[in-house]
């Protein structure tokens, strides 16, 4: 199978290894990736501001880089929210904005083959036990647009059951928003702060090593106030630990 690894633009600026255990955990499933040069914003920091027409030739050019593959992957429940939920309004807008049908039929092709990275491997690849190794005792927080957005449920809980090694417990609070929501962090950067403080401290109570999330948007959040409250926990993208293996362990 030939898919093309949508990095997001977090990733590709701050956290390019998220990037790298991505591939090396398709490729040791043998599925063949793709990296398009040409990828670039989804659009999604534009449309959750309020700039709806701006958001489009963004969506359109994404349509254009990955309209041939099979399948679309990418380590950001955010990202892929965008893409499965916004996409599809955008094209119904331009047509209930009088602009035809041409922005829907661009999109369309792209919108079912987009999957969060647990989502393909459950349900594209049928697996949840990738021959991981990470010998840490580990705490899962489901993101808001993973878990509300994408629905993903016990996909990412499955796949980390299965990582020998790992003991995961559970998060106190854990289907509460970390308080990041993209530009909300920037608009209500006291109440981000509190609601980001409140994660860690749940996080803290499991004696966990580190904390594990489907998306680095949030875990940049989170993690930057462990750093500040000296916590001593590490953020993780559930990539990384998935990739991780006896013979090539991860950090």
Known sequence: MRVALFLTCVNDTLYPDTGRAVVELL???????????????????????????GTEPL???????????????TPSG?????????????????RAEGRGDALAR????????????????????????VGAWYPHRVTYHPTCHG????????????????VKGLE?????????????????????ADVSAAMGVDKVRN?????AEVLCAADNSCLMHIGG?????????RPVHIAEILASTEEVPAV
Do not use: W
């Not at 063949?32 to 659009?43: A, H, L, R, S, Y």
């Not at 629905?151 to 980390?160: A, E, K, M, S, Y």
């Open 106 to 129: 661009t999109l369309a092709p792209v919108v079912p083959k987009t999957y969060e990275l647990t989502e393909f491997l459950v349900d594209v690849l049928g697996v949840t036990d």
């Open 147 to 162: 878990l509300r957005g994408l629905g993903l449920g016990d996909r990412p809980r499955r796949l980390l059951e299965a």
């Open 203 to 207: 996080a803290e109570s499991t004696g």
């Open 27 to 53: 490729t040791r499933l043998g599925v063949e990736v793709d990296f398009p040069m040409g990828q670039t914003c989804c659009g999604q920091a534009h449309y959750n501001t309020g700039y709806r027409h």
């Open 225 to 233: 106030t462990m750093s500040r409250l000296r916590t001593g926990m």
């Open 59 to 73: 969506a359109r050019h994404f349509s254009d880089v990955f309209g041939e593959y099979e399948a679309i992957v």
């Open 78 to 94: 955010s990202c892929g929210a965008m893409v499965r939920e916004m996409y599809p309004r955008l094209g119904e807008r331009a």
């Open 168 to 188: 995961l417990v559970e998060l106190p609070g854990a289907e509460e928003c970390c308080g990041f929501g993209g530009t909300f962090a920037v608009k209500n």
